[in-house]
């Protein structure tokens, strides 16, 4: 497989304020633990919320927002909402990113400082 100059061509601004909106969302870790959640099945928000050890109104906003954002999805079922993620991308991202840390965590622990306080 070959690679040309446009498999590295610099995004448009557009598609990296887009990108820096979604990240700036899942900068929540209640939001990330919701995405989390969600890519390993559906849920209605009272499970969510169990799940993530949230209020159920917190619960509710943060899903609100991410489904306005287009992360997370919805359909009703009877008298409940369910939600999931119908984005394999997120999905891919989230699972990679979290699964990436949990490993990091399980080996030599990282130097004092070396995600907190580096000014993200």
Partial sequence: MGESAEDFAD????????????????????????????????????????????????????????????LVSSRREGRRQIYYVDDPDIVTVVRATVGQLSARSHEVPAPAGRLRGVGV
């Fill in 11 to 70: 995004p448009s601004d557009g598609v990296l304020a887009e990108a820096a909106a979604v990240f700036g969302l899942l900068a929540s870790p209640a939001r990330l633990h919701l995405v989390w959640a969600l890519s390993q099945g559906e849920s209605d928000v009272t499970r969510l919320a169990d799940r993530v050890g949230g209020a159920l109104p917190a619960v509710s906003q943060h899903l609100a927002k991410l489904k306005l954002a287009g």
